[in-house]
């Protein structure tokens, strides 16, 4: 039996300097493709376009989807204006991404999405965010650790009896943390199942069972000794691909 082949929704990144100053590649994080390859998959980038036709040819190769991190999500897709401390947006991207995860949905595959890809899954299910932690009333933990992609920094607890809890085998752990905005009001089709420690949502899932969304960034804890139950999360899309 072949092993079933994971698309990894890519982001573009520009040159900063040398003689291809200001080029446009298309790109994922090597973390990604290496969880896909140690959990069974076959990793298989899906580049950034925006030709709508391509993206619905693209989505047809793949029997899974993860939608991973990047840009901030457009705040008017949510009904809000942009605020003072929100980072850069890209609308193409979050059409491209909310277009694919469209489809797979339609195609019910297995679906994961980190940082970015989970506050997506949330806004195209009609769920809001923060457009940084700094809005949220709230004591708040720091979400954007800013070093060392392996380590650990802050809590969080699954609900017990989750697609979630039962994916990953435990209910309390550390993450990694990497964004700036939060998940506010989770949408309505969407359940929390994962919550930090100061009460911002972590995690979500459907109740269909082939969505989970984390906000931290479980493939640069993969190869962790220390974390080898993130590894469970590229199971779940392998293991559930069609």
Same mark, same amino acid.
């Given at each position: ?7 990894? %929704?890519?982001?573009?990144?520009? !040159?900063?300097?040398?003689?291809? $100053?200001?080029?446009?590649?298309? $790109? =994922?994080?090597? !973390? ?5 390859? *140690? ?22 190769? =793949? ?7 990047? /840009?901030?999500? !457009? ?18 991207? !979050? /059409? ?7 489809? %797979? ?5 297995? @679906? ?6 989970? *506050? ?10 923060? *457009?940084?932690?700094? $809005?949220?009333?709230? +004591? ?16 969080? +607890? ?9 994916? @990953? ?11 700036? *905005? ?10 929390? =199942? ?16 082939? @969505? ?9 804890? /993969? ?5 080898? $139950? ?13």
């Amino acid at each position: 039996m072949s092993k079933p082949i994971i698309g990894i %929704a890519g982001s573009e990144i520009r !040159d900063a300097e040398g003689p291809f $100053y200001g080029y446009r590649r298309s $790109y =994922v994080n090597e !973390d990604y493709v290496d969880s896909v390859v *140690q959990n069974g998959g076959i990793p298989y980038i899906i580049p950034f376009t925006a030709n709508d036709e391509v993206v619905i040819g693209q989505i047809e190769h =793949v029997q899974g989807l993860i939608l991973s991190g990047g /840009h901030d999500i !457009d705040p008017h897709l949510y009904g809000e204006e942009l605020q003072p401390n929100i980072g850069e947006i890209w609308p193409a991207r !979050d /059409h491209f991404d909310m277009l694919l995860l469209k489809i %797979a949905e339609e195609k019910g595959l297995p @679906i994961l999405g980190v940082c970015r890809g989970a *506050q997506l899954i949330n806004v195209a299910h009609c769920g809001n965010l923060y *457009q940084d932690a700094g $809005y949220r009333k709230e +004591k708040t933990l720091k979400h954007n650790q800013g070093h060392t992609p392996d380590l650990p920094t802050h809590g969080v +607890k699954l609900k017990e009896g989750s697609l979630l809890a039962r994916t @990953i085998g435990k209910t309390e752990f550390l993450v990694n943390s990497f964004h700036h *905005q939060l998940i506010k009001d989770v949408a309505p089709d969407l359940r929390e =199942v994962a919550t930090a420690t100061d009460g911002v949502p972590e995690g979500l899932e459907n109740d269909q069972g082939n @969505i989970l969304a984390v906000q931290w960034h479980p493939e640069m804890l /993969h190869k962790n000794p220390n974390t080898p $139950y993130m590894n469970n999360l590229f199971k779940f899309v392998v293991e559930n691909a069609k």
